[in-house]
Every structure is written in C-alpha cells, then in structure tokens.
C-alpha cells in the first residue's frame, strides 16, 4: 500500500481539514458529501446525471494502493466530521504517467 501521512492543511477561508488516504468505512460520508452536491456538479463529476449513490456503488472506490492512491478531505465539526473532497489517481500500465480524478 502506498502509505501517505494523515496531513492537516488550513484553507484560505482558515477551515482546518484532515487530508488522509481513503477507508473502508468511509462509504456513509461520501454519500453525504455527494448528496450536498448541486446537481451541475454531480452531472459533471460523473459526465452523466445521477440521482443518488448507494455504498455498492462506492465499492471500487473505498480502497487505496501503490497503483490506485485515493485521498479525503475531512472537516471536523463539533464530535463527528465531514469529507468534503476525494481524489484519486490510477497508474497507467506501464507505470509512466496516471489518470487523475
């Protein structure tokens, strides 16, 4: 696994969040980050509309290794947090460039 230290960066706006590599218990947050989304922004993100996401859909996406490196951003509130931002980037085969997303 492609180990990346769990990071606090402020915000120009002076939010403090938590960069960190993605979990599998994530799932629950990225729907409620998704359901904040304006529906131009989910139709953008996916070059389709979509109404919802449910944690099958998140599947693939809840894992993060050498060759598939998945980040958060998460906003802490109070006692509970919020993820406010994913990435991801793939390796391309052979390994000279990747796909950011």
């Given at each position: 696994m492609t180990s990346?230290?769990?990071q606090y960066v402020i915000l120009k706006n002076g939010l403090k969040v938590l960069i960190r590599e993605v979990r599998e218990?994530?799932?629950p947050k990225l729907i409620e980050m998704f359901e904040s989304?304006?529906?131009e922004t989910?139709?953008?993100r996916f070059m389709k509309y979509r109404k919802s996401l449910d944690l099958d859909d998140l599947k693939p996406f809840l894992h993060s290794d050498s060759k598939n490196l998945a980040i958060v951003a998460e906003l802490f509130k109070n006692v509970h947090s919020?993820?406010?931002a994913d990435g991801r980037y793939v390796l391309d085969e052979p390994p000279h460039g990747a796909n950011v997303g």
């Open positions: 990346v230290l769990p218990d994530d799932g989304l304006s529906d989910k139709y953008t919020i993820i406010i």
